[in-house]
């Protein structure tokens, strides 16, 4: 599918490609005498989670397909579906395409946007705009027959940050999806920060059935370690484990 922007303007994006889908959102410019030029972004995954680092990878080609490599910068642009601000990912030439890598910290849906400064500007310009957002599911483990999800709330945390940290517990159906919530289990929650001191906490179900929580407090940037104990009811013991990254400052 093909979409071209209304005929007034000249910086066209003709076919944008996220996952093999065609976006029918263009966003007009308003730069006359640029070359028609055709967008198409793809990632490394078909189903993108929280954690999981991926790469992004944009082709720009002339009307007669042939790469353009000159741009003064190009960027993946995403707004997540609580914000009001889109957040760049910077992307670098490599040969005949554009690409970077990437790690959401929280999961949801997010709109994408590919923009860029072309050969001989100065002003960052919406390249393109895909229709229909990325959906970004939590990171999970599955163990024992149960599948065990994680995501701390902010997702984004930087040392001396205090973050609630979630575990979602459910039983793995016949598809390996969570089914139903596991609730009463006897859990705690083990954190090893960057330093190498670990803290254990009682993991208390709330804010949901078979969702188990407590609070930490980031020491240090670089990497904390999480472990999820549990037993099932018939007592027999399981440990997962999850790494969050952790910045320095804000």
């Not at 163990?143 to 039983?171: N, R, W």
Request: glycine share 10%; net charge negative; hydrophobic share 30%.
């Amino acid at each position: 599918m093909n979409i071209m922007k209304p005929g007034h303007t000249s910086l066209l994006a003709l076919s944008v490609f996220l996952f093999t889908a065609c976006s029918e959102n263009p966003v007009a410019d308003d730069h006359a005498g640029d070359d028609e030029l055709n967008i198409e972004l793809s990632l490394s995954t078909d189903h993108v989670t929280t954690l999981t680092e991926f790469e992004l990878e944009v082709e720009i080609t002339d009307h007669n397909g042939v790469p353009v490599t000159d741009m003064e910068s190009v960027l993946v642009e995403y707004l997540f579906e609580n914000d009001s601000e889109w957040s760049p990912v910077e992307l670098e030439i490599h040969g005949d395409h554009y690409s970077g890598s990437y790690m959401f910290r929280s999961s949801g849906e997010y709109y994408l946007r590919v923009s860029g400064t072309p050969h001989g500007h100065s002003d960052l310009e919406i390249l393109y705009t895909i229709g229909d957002p990325l959906n970004v599911d939590r990171i999970h483990q599955e163990m024992g027959g149960y599948k065990i999800e994680f995501e701390t709330y902010p997702g984004h945390v930087s040392e001396g940050d205090e973050a609630e940290v979630k575990f979602f517990v459910s039983l793995e159906d016949h598809d390996g999806h969570g089914g139903n919530m596991m609730t009463g289990l006897h859990a705690e929650i083990h954190a090893t920060d960057t330093n190498g001191t670990p803290v254990a906490y009682a993991a208390d179900e709330h804010g949901g059935p078979g969702v188990y929580s407590s609070h930490h407090t980031f020491t240090e940037a670089g990497e904390t370690q999480f472990e999820f104990h549990f037993e099932n009811p018939n007592g027999q013991e399981y440990i997962v484990e999850f790494h969050v990254p952790v910045s320095h400052g804000h």
